[in-house]
Nanobody, 115 residues
Framework: QVQLVESGGGLVQAGGSLRISCAAS????????MGWHRQAPGKQRELVAS???????DYADFVKGRFAISRDNAKNTVVLQMVSLKPEDTAVYYC?????????WGQGIQVTVSS
């Protein structure tokens, strides 16, 4: 089992910045990736960004140049720094941990960008 605790998020005006973090605990050894997905009302959950335990990073096209993901393997944390936020970035953001045989989701945190 892997437990994910998310923090950060909240309300920001368009053009502003936010930082969301996720800390993993439990059976987290081995090859894995951590990242963020988001789900807006009425839409499917989609990948935002992910980073593997070896440092390989993947971003969705709609956040390239605006969001940056980083990972601290020693602390088992992943951080998503978001800048130049747009109203369409409003969503519940979910942390995800993916191992070789299992994956886990966090509870999700709300990010709201006002116009």
């Amino acid at each position: 089992q892997v437990q994910l605790v998310e923090s950060g998020g909240g309300l920001v005006q368009a053009g502003g910045s936010l930082r969301i973090s996720c800390a993993a605990s439990g059976s987290i050894s081995g090859i894995n990736s951590m990242g963020w997905h988001r789900q807006a009302p009425g839409k499917q959950r989609e990948l935002v960004a992910s980073v593997s335990s070896s440092g390989s990073v993947d971003y969705a096209d709609f956040v390239k140049g605006r969001f940056a993901i980083s990972r601290d393997n020693a602390k088992n944390t992943v951080v998503l720094q978001m800048v130049s936020l747009k109203p369409e970035d409003t969503a519940v953001y979910y942390c995800r941990w993916v191992g070789l045989t299992a994956s886990y989701w966090g509870q999700g945190i709300q990010v709201t960008v006002s116009s």
